[in-house]
């Protein structure tokens, strides 16, 4: 079992509608908690920051945390075509070695 | 703010010479930096930390002489893939970390990605 677990999609949405995203992970160590989004051949950009649980909104993004599911989401409102990307999950902490630990990511596509 | 730049983006080379891929934090001091490796269709897998003066950690199964890591300065990292092969063609990608930045000083901020193929 991978620590990290993340649907590989591909999630298909019309536009303006929410995108629903989420990872589940089994190290309890994890303490932070970022989505990045990767478009084809390029590096990832970081969206969302979160430390411990809790939500936090930045714009178009919702990001939350359940440490005590061991679950984390994102939400992209009024989703526009410019969102089909990649969505990677990914969580760090001191105890598991400062290193971050992706999700295998989930591809979105957004349609006109 | 936290801008990491890569270069090239795109390498064609033959088997058996070496490459230098460098990374670089643009605009904040990088105390950490990672190079990534990244398939087709498939997530980053860490290669290796670097840490600015010392040697590199290396991940179990690569192999720290055909891919040589340097951190001269806080702001630039080399990875050198000598001897290159076919089976080395791939996205590689480095991010960086800062001294409590943006999002905390566990927040990795990543390079645009080198593609190397080798012929």
């Known amino acids: 079992q991978k620590e990290v677990e993340q649907d590989p999609g591909p999630l298909s949405v019309p536009e303006g509608a929410i995108v629903s995203l989420n990872c589940t992970y089994s190290?309890?160590?994890?303490?932070?908690f970022m989505w990045y989004r990767q478009y084809s051949r390029k590096g990832p950009e970081l969206l969302m920051y979160?430390?411990?649980?809790g939500n936090k909104e930045d714009g178009r993004f919702t990001a939350q945390v359940d440490k005590s599911s061991k679950y984390i989401s994102l939400f992209i409102r009024d989703s526009q075509p410019s969102d089909s990307a990649t969505y990677l999950c990914?969580?760090?902490?001191?105890?598991?070695?400062?290193?971050?630990?992706f999700g295998g990511g989930t591809r979105v596509l957004v349609k006109p | 703010g936290a801008v990491v730049s890569q270069h090239p983006s795109w390498v064609i080379c033959k088997s058996g010479t070496s490459v230098k891929i460098e990374c670089r934090s643009l605009?904040?001091?990088?105390?950490?930096m990672f190079w990534y490796r990244q398939f087709p269709k498939q997530s980053l897998m860490l290669m290796a930390t670097?840490?600015?003066?010392?040697?590199?950690?290396?991940e179990q199964g690569v192999e720290k002489d055909k891919f040589l890591i340097n951190h001269a300065s806080l702001t630039l990292s080399t990875l050198t893939v000598t001897s290159a092969h076919p089976e080395d063609s791939s996205f590689y990608i480095c991010?960086?970390?800062?001294?409590?930045?943006?999002?905390?000083?566990?927040?990795?901020?990543f390079g645009p990605g080198t593609r190397l193929t080798v012929l």
């Open positions: 991010s960086a970390r800062g001294r409590g930045g943006q999002g905390g000083t566990d927040t990795q901020y």
């Open positions: 190290n309890s160590a994890f303490q932070y």
């Open positions: 979160t430390y411990s649980s």
């Open positions: 990914a969580m760090s902490g001191k105890a598991a070695g400062n290193k971050l630990t």
């Open positions: 605009d904040f001091q990088a105390t950490t």
């Open positions: 670097s840490n600015e003066g010392s040697k590199a950690t290396y």
